[in-house]
């Protein structure tokens, strides 16, 4: 019997993490499991390029222009999320990003090529925000934390699931990239449709709204404008993890291909055992920005040990173990923070300029990142982006965003 009391206290923990989510909180879950399970164009968009002929230059430009349409398509989805609703804009952008994913593996000329990856990263980008403010509408102050880690739990679920599925197919066939994730993508619109109506009890209860009626730019909200910024800062030092570490990983600890998507894979496994449940602990303590300072802080740390510790693989363990930990606190919360200044009249637009910030970083951190090694050298990168870090965990404590 006390050899089963601590395995029946956990998994009432476990339990307790998942309890009294809304039930278009996990259906908006499930869309995005499904969506995020055929992302496998993007991480093989180079290879495919340089494969059918194009410079590895010609390559980076492309990937460019997804990022670039992301940080366009997270502002004007944000917009149009307010005026439309977020239900349109995500059957929207789900079926209109898979038909162009499917244009796209069509296409031969590079010029169209370039277009093609603009506009579909515009449109496939323009569903975050309005993803974000259905997770907002759809929870209650409470579990609003744990909400969006569901949906994170989602997201790296899909990834691991689209990153594997994606290697294999891509080793006999990269057409097939782009077809599976314009299917999926198409999937999860329908599923979206028939699952999450607008006749569900859900959507028509009235959430109590403590923000004026009045619709206020995010822009005029200082605190917020603030808060980006300092998110910014901290995706331009965590992108770092999916561009220049496997580099440095392969290059200076001279690890095989395996064992460097075994750490990657790492993050997301962490992520899916223990975010529901430290989330769960924490989220009625009140404490969101100290918690996202802690987060900025383990981050920071996990730079500094390529500096301090030898060149070993538990020091690649630690690292991640550590940038993973940090994520957990951070990214949670910091979606708490944006949905809880926003009201139900403004929620897109503060959704969309809080996505255009990790867009916005998704393309200057890597670009950055692997510049400053190149001419300076990794241990000059871990300083800068450790600092960085450092710097702004200091910030989310002391600037008075409360």
């Known amino acids: 019997m006390n050899l089963l009391k601590p395995l029946n206290s956990t998994q009432s923990l476990y339990k307790n993490a998942y309890s009294g989510l809304s039930r278009s909180t996990w259906l908006l879950s499930l869309v995005m499991l499904v969506n995020r399970s055929g992302t496998m164009v993007l991480p093989f968009m180079t290879i495919y390029l340089t494969g059918i002929g ?16 992301a940080v366009c398509g997270a502002i004007i989805g944000g917009k149009l999320t307010d005026r439309l609703g977020f239900r349109r804009i995500q059957l929207f952008t789900l079926a209109g990003g898979g038909v162009l ?8 000329s590079y010029l169209l090529i370039c277009i093609f990856t603009f506009i579909l990263s515009l449109v496939n980008d323009a569903f975050r925000p309005a993803n974000n403010a259905a997770i907002a ?12 880690s569901l949906n994170r739990l989602a997201i790296n679920l899909g990834w691991a699931v689209g990153g594997t599925l994606g290697g294999f197919i ?6 097939l990239l782009f077809w599976i994730d314009g299917f999926t993508n198409i999937l999860a ?6 699952l999450l109506r607008p006749a569900d009890a859900e959507e028509k209860e009235k959430i109590v709204d403590s923000k004026p009626e009045e619709k206020i730019s995010p822009l005029k909200d200082k605190k917020f404008t603030i808060f980006i910024i300092l998110v910014l800062l901290y995706g331009l030092c965590f992108y770092q993890l999916y561009s220049t570490i496997p580099v440095y990983y392969k290059d200076v600890f001279h690890m095989s291909e395996l064992k460097i998507g075994i750490l990657m894979g790492l993050n997301g496994l962490i992520i899916v055992i223990i975010e529901m449940v430290l989330i769960f602990y924490l989220e009625s303590k009140n404490r969101t920005l100290l918690f996202i300072s802690h987060g900025l802080i383990l981050t920071s740390l996990s730079f500094l040990v390529y500096i301090f510790l030898p060149m070993h693989s538990v020091t690649a363990l630690i690292s991640v ?7 957990i606190l951070a990214m949670p919360f910091m979606n708490n923070y944006w949905a809880s200044r926003a009201s139900s009249h403004n929620r897109g637009e503060y959704a969309g300029y809080y996505a255009m910030a990790w867009s916005l970083s998704q393309v200057l951190g ?16 871990w300083w800068i982006v450790a600092v960085i870090c450092l710097i702004t965990g200091i910030l989310f404590r002391s600037v008075k965003l409360r």
């Open 54 to 69: 194009f410079s590895l230059f010609q390559a980076g430009i492309v990937v460019g222009l997804f990022g670039a349409g």
């Open 101 to 108: 994913f499917i244009l796209l593996g069509l296409m031969k």
């Open 137 to 148: 509408q759809y929870s209650k102050p409470a579990n609003r934390t744990r909400s969006y």
């Open 170 to 175: 891509a080793s006999f066939n990269y057409h």
């Open 189 to 194: 619109a329908i599923m979206l449709y028939y």
């Open 321 to 327: 173990i550590l940038v993973t930990l940090g994520e």
């Open 366 to 381: 890597p670009t950055g990142g692997t510049w400053i090694a190149a001419h300076f050298g990794f241990n000059c990168l």
